[in-house]
């Protein structure tokens, strides 16, 4: 059975830091691509940042480049999302997701629809 479990998330003041960690089992971790996406209230879900468990190319978002860092320990299934210098505005309910690598490709062309494995979320809120 595929699961994604995410945690880490909380509340922090505006300008401080946080880790979500993903914990994956069930599938070949270094034949997926894992991505980080969020959805706030009222908002539509954007991709966040994703990493290829093939060849280690990531993606970031405009609105989190300089401050958002993927990373991965293949040794125990998990990816980190590290978050500094967090803003109000990244408030949300952050997913990470997974999808099966099976051709190469540039893992920051993919869309949300096509991951195939999503966990439940973990509230991240920032105050200002």
Do not use: H
């Not at 994956?24 to 971790?29: D, K, R, W």
């Not at 967090?86 to 408030?91: G, I, N, R, S």
């Not at 920051?108 to 809120?125: A, D, F, H, K, S």
């Amino acid at each position: 059975e595929v699961q994604l479990v995410e945690s880490g998330g909380g509340l922090v003041q505006a300008g401080g830091s946080l880790r979500l960690s993903c914990a994956a089992s069930g599938f070949t971790f270094d034949a997926y691509g894992i991505g980080w996406f969020r959805q706030a209230p009222g908002k539509e879900r954007e991709g966040v940042s994703c990493i290829s468990m093939r060849d280690g190319d990531t993606y970031y978002a405009d609105s989190v480049k300089g401050r958002f860092t993927i990373s991965s320990d293949n040794a125990k299934n998990t990816v980190y999302l590290q978050m500094n210098s967090l803003k109000p505005e990244d408030t949300a309910v952050y997913y990470c997701a997974a999808v099966w690598l099976k051709i190469p490709v540039v893992i920051g062309t993919l869309t949300p629809n096509e991951y195939e494995y999503w966990g439940q979320g973990t509230q991240v809120t920032v105050s200002s």
